[in-house]
Protein backbone atom coordinates (compact mmCIF):
# COMPACT_ATOMS: atom_id res chain seq x y z
CA UNK A 1 0.00 0.00 0.00
CA UNK A 2 1.69 3.39 -1.04
CA UNK A 3 0.64 6.68 0.78
CA UNK A 4 0.61 9.83 -0.70
CA UNK A 5 0.27 13.56 1.16
CA UNK A 6 -2.58 15.32 0.30
CA UNK A 7 -4.28 18.61 1.38
CA UNK A 8 -7.83 18.44 3.25
CA UNK A 9 -7.67 22.35 3.71
CA UNK A 10 -4.46 24.87 2.91
CA UNK A 11 -1.57 24.00 5.29
CA UNK A 12 -3.15 20.59 6.78
CA UNK A 13 -1.57 17.53 5.16
CA UNK A 14 -3.15 14.35 5.55
CA UNK A 15 -2.55 10.46 4.43
CA UNK A 16 -3.86 8.80 1.91
CA UNK A 17 -3.98 5.21 1.42
CA UNK A 18 -3.37 3.69 -1.92
CA UNK A 19 -4.24 -0.06 -2.39
CA UNK A 20 -1.34 -1.99 -5.01
CA UNK A 21 -2.93 -3.80 -7.25
CA UNK A 22 -1.45 -6.43 -8.48
CA UNK A 23 -4.24 -7.88 -10.97
CA UNK A 24 -7.76 -5.87 -11.14
CA UNK A 25 -8.95 -8.42 -8.28
CA UNK A 26 -6.08 -8.75 -6.39
CA UNK A 27 -4.67 -5.88 -4.15
CA UNK A 28 -2.00 -6.19 -1.27
CA UNK A 29 0.18 -4.73 1.71
CA UNK A 30 -0.11 -4.16 5.42
CA UNK A 31 -3.39 -4.78 7.80
CA UNK A 32 -5.73 -2.13 6.90
CA UNK A 33 -6.13 0.92 9.91
CA UNK A 34 -9.71 2.93 10.01
CA UNK A 35 -9.07 5.19 6.90
CA UNK A 36 -8.16 1.75 4.45
CA UNK A 37 -11.35 0.10 5.74
CA UNK A 38 -13.21 2.93 3.71
CA UNK A 39 -11.06 2.70 0.93
CA UNK A 40 -11.58 -1.27 0.66
CA UNK A 41 -15.37 -0.51 0.48
CA UNK A 42 -14.59 2.45 -2.14
CA UNK A 43 -12.50 0.15 -4.04
CA UNK A 44 -15.11 -2.68 -4.16
CA UNK A 45 -13.04 -5.30 -2.57
CA UNK A 46 -15.34 -8.07 -1.33
CA UNK A 47 -12.43 -10.53 0.17
CA UNK A 48 -10.10 -9.82 3.05
CA UNK A 49 -7.42 -12.39 3.17
CA UNK A 50 -5.58 -11.82 6.61
CA UNK A 51 -2.36 -13.46 6.89
CA UNK A 52 -2.72 -12.82 10.99
CA UNK A 53 -5.84 -14.62 11.35
CA UNK A 54 -6.88 -12.22 13.76
CA UNK A 55 -10.29 -12.57 14.92
CA UNK A 56 -11.02 -8.78 15.71
CA UNK A 57 -9.84 -7.85 12.26
CA UNK A 58 -12.77 -10.42 10.99
CA UNK A 59 -15.12 -8.77 13.08
CA UNK A 60 -13.95 -5.19 11.46
CA UNK A 61 -14.49 -6.62 8.33
CA UNK A 62 -18.08 -7.93 8.82
CA UNK A 63 -18.55 -4.75 10.27
CA UNK A 64 -17.60 -2.96 6.61
CA UNK A 65 -19.50 -5.47 4.56
CA UNK A 66 -16.59 -7.50 3.82
CA UNK A 67 -15.87 -11.19 3.61
CA UNK A 68 -12.82 -12.57 5.37
CA UNK A 69 -10.90 -15.22 5.29
CA UNK A 70 -7.59 -15.50 7.99
CA UNK A 71 -4.89 -18.12 8.12
CA UNK A 72 -2.45 -18.11 10.53
CA UNK A 73 1.33 -17.60 8.81
CA UNK A 74 4.13 -16.93 11.55
CA UNK A 75 6.34 -13.97 11.07
CA UNK A 76 9.22 -15.02 10.30
CA UNK A 77 7.88 -17.28 8.01
CA UNK A 78 9.98 -21.08 7.33
CA UNK A 79 9.32 -22.65 4.01
CA UNK A 80 7.11 -25.42 4.81
CA UNK A 81 4.79 -22.55 6.39
CA UNK A 82 4.50 -20.76 2.88
CA UNK A 83 4.60 -23.71 1.13
CA UNK A 84 1.36 -24.72 3.31
CA UNK A 85 -0.54 -22.21 3.33
CA UNK A 86 -0.37 -21.14 -0.61
CA UNK A 87 -2.66 -23.87 -2.08
CA UNK A 88 -5.01 -22.06 0.45
CA UNK A 89 -4.76 -18.67 0.27
CA UNK A 90 -4.47 -19.14 -3.88
CA UNK A 91 -7.84 -20.85 -3.53
CA UNK A 92 -9.69 -18.05 -1.81
CA UNK A 93 -8.13 -15.78 -4.38
CA UNK A 94 -9.33 -17.80 -7.29
CA UNK A 95 -12.62 -18.47 -5.72
CA UNK A 96 -13.65 -14.44 -5.04
CA UNK A 97 -11.80 -13.70 -8.81
CA UNK A 98 -14.33 -16.26 -10.36
CA UNK A 99 -17.25 -14.95 -8.53
CA UNK A 100 -15.86 -11.06 -9.79
CA UNK A 101 -14.91 -9.95 -6.66
CA UNK A 102 -11.87 -8.19 -5.54
CA UNK A 103 -9.57 -9.63 -2.66
CA UNK A 104 -7.39 -7.30 -0.20
CA UNK A 105 -4.50 -9.86 0.70
CA UNK A 106 -2.63 -8.92 3.57
CA UNK A 107 0.11 -9.39 6.27
CA UNK A 108 1.13 -6.96 8.94
CA UNK A 109 3.53 -4.73 7.12
CA UNK A 110 2.83 -5.66 3.71
CA UNK A 111 6.28 -6.64 2.87
CA UNK A 112 7.13 -10.29 3.15
CA UNK A 113 4.70 -12.16 3.57
CA UNK A 114 1.72 -10.84 1.19
CA UNK A 115 3.69 -10.03 -1.50
CA UNK A 116 5.26 -13.80 -1.23
CA UNK A 117 1.28 -15.65 -1.54
CA UNK A 118 0.37 -13.19 -4.04
CA UNK A 119 3.78 -14.24 -6.27
CA UNK A 120 2.47 -18.10 -5.37
CA UNK A 121 -0.99 -17.43 -6.97
CA UNK A 122 0.64 -15.71 -9.99
CA UNK A 123 2.52 -18.44 -10.73
CA UNK A 124 -0.45 -21.00 -9.40
CA UNK A 125 -2.47 -19.10 -12.81
CA UNK A 126 0.52 -19.53 -15.34
CA UNK A 127 3.06 -16.27 -14.06
CA UNK A 128 6.34 -17.86 -14.42
CA UNK A 129 8.44 -17.31 -10.92
CA UNK A 130 10.52 -14.45 -12.38
CA UNK A 131 7.26 -12.72 -14.13
CA UNK A 132 5.57 -13.09 -10.86
CA UNK A 133 8.10 -11.65 -8.71
CA UNK A 134 8.19 -8.39 -11.28
CA UNK A 135 4.57 -7.90 -11.27
CA UNK A 136 3.69 -7.72 -7.61
CA UNK A 137 6.88 -5.83 -7.30
CA UNK A 138 5.85 -3.03 -9.88
CA UNK A 139 2.38 -2.93 -8.11
CA UNK A 140 4.05 -3.10 -4.80
CA UNK A 141 7.65 -1.56 -4.08
CA UNK A 142 7.79 -2.27 -1.04
CA UNK A 143 7.20 -6.12 -1.53
CA UNK A 144 10.88 -8.08 -0.28
CA UNK A 145 12.47 -4.78 1.36
CA UNK A 146 12.74 -6.77 4.44
CA UNK A 147 13.36 -10.60 5.75
CA UNK A 148 15.56 -13.53 4.36
CA UNK A 149 15.03 -12.66 0.52
CA UNK A 150 17.08 -15.53 -0.27
CA UNK A 151 14.42 -17.73 1.69
CA UNK A 152 11.33 -16.19 -0.40
CA UNK A 153 13.22 -17.25 -3.70
CA UNK A 154 13.82 -20.67 -2.35
CA UNK A 155 10.10 -21.59 -1.47
CA UNK A 156 9.24 -19.62 -4.84
CA UNK A 157 11.46 -22.20 -6.53
CA UNK A 158 10.29 -25.33 -4.40
CA UNK A 159 6.40 -23.70 -5.48
CA UNK A 160 7.36 -23.79 -9.30
CA UNK A 161 8.74 -27.11 -8.70
CA UNK A 162 5.64 -28.37 -7.08
CA UNK A 163 2.79 -26.72 -9.84
CA UNK A 164 5.33 -28.51 -12.28
CA UNK A 165 4.40 -32.18 -10.62
CA UNK A 166 0.63 -31.09 -10.57
CA UNK A 167 -1.69 -32.56 -12.91
CA UNK A 168 -2.92 -30.19 -15.08
CA UNK A 169 -6.76 -30.60 -14.43
CA UNK A 170 -5.92 -29.38 -10.74
CA UNK A 171 -4.94 -25.58 -12.03
CA UNK A 172 -6.99 -22.60 -11.82
CA UNK A 173 -8.53 -21.18 -14.64
Same mark, same amino acid.
Given at each position: ?16 ? #? ?8 ? %? ?25 ? #? ?5 ? #? ?25 ? #? ?12 ? %? ?70
Amino acid at each position: MGYTKGSATIGEEVLLA #VLSWVRPYLA %VGPRPDNAVWDLLVREKVSLVIDLNDD #VNEGRMA #VHFGLGYNGLKVPDPTGVEEFLAGFPS #VGGWINAERVSGGR %VYLHCTAGVYRSPTFAMAYLMAIGEPRDRAIQIVKAAHPLSWSSGDEGTLHRVLRLWEEKLRLRPETSRPV
